[in-house]
T-cell receptor, first 113, second 110 residues
């Protein structure tokens, strides 16, 4: 069972460069999420989606964009990377209501120099 | 004030000890509650859901106190393998998102 798959696993960017993180889930989940986790802190929600074609801002959306063109995929884009975006990024998915647990991908470790 | 607050610890306990963590939440509309476990910056994994009547899974017991707006996690007979960060998660049904606490770090020592 693949579950939630994130690519890439690691990436180093220079300030100003752009990149896209891909999240794919094969569980037919409606909800998908992008979180970031900084040292000593919990997960903070960047953006989320409640279904194909929909996205919404989370707690820390600035500097990121997302798209959900297909139900199984949720893309996170950084248009102009900044050192403050150095973090570990986790994608998660869940069934259509939030009383169901989240299933996480393995994470993407991003460093912006 | 953060929506979800946890004592960061660290909690350092010997094997076999009983340890308890609390988590407080500020939004009284919160309806779903979970404990997740996270190892060494790996992805969080569901430990257990927290039900209104309290629930137990082996050595782990979760309790919910809606009046005081907190949930708790009790670990009995701690094992070395219980060493991890425990994350409290609170959701408002149909709000589309969950809020995480910053986590409580547990180290179980021989």
């Amino acid at each position: 069972n693949a579950g939630v798959t994130q690519t890439p696993k690691f990436r180093v960017l220079k300030t100003g460069q752009s990149m896209t993180l891909l999240c794919a889930q094969d569980m037919n989940h409606e909800y998908m999420y992008w979180y970031r986790q900084d040292p000593g802190m919990g997960l903070r929600l960047i953006h989320y989606s409640v279904g194909e074609g929909t996205t919404a801002k989370g707690e820390v959306p600035d500097g990121y964009n997302v798209s959900r063109l297909k139900k199984q995929n949720f893309l996170l884009g950084l248009e102009s990377a900044a050192p403050s975006q150095t973090s570990v990024y986790f994608c998660a998915s869940s069934y259509g209501v939030t009383d169901r647990p989240l299933h996480f991908g393995n994470g993407t470790r991003l460093t912006v120099t | 004030r953060k929506e979800v607050e946890q004592d960061p610890g660290p909690f350092n306990v010997p094997e076999g000890a009983t340890v308890a963590f609390n988590c407080t939440y500020s939004n009284s509309a919160s309806q779903s509650f979970f404990w997740y476990r996270q190892d060494c910056r790996k992805e969080p994994k569901l430990l257990m859901s927290v039900y209104s009547s309290g629930n137990e899974d082996g050595r782990f017991t979760a309790q919910l106190n809606r009046a005081s707006q907190y949930i708790s996690l009790l670990i009995r007979d701690s094992k070395l393998s219980d060493s991890a960060t425990y994350l409290c998660v609170v959701s408002i049904t149909n709000a589309g998102k969950s809020t995480f606490g910053d986590g409580t770090t547990l180290t179980v020592k021989p």
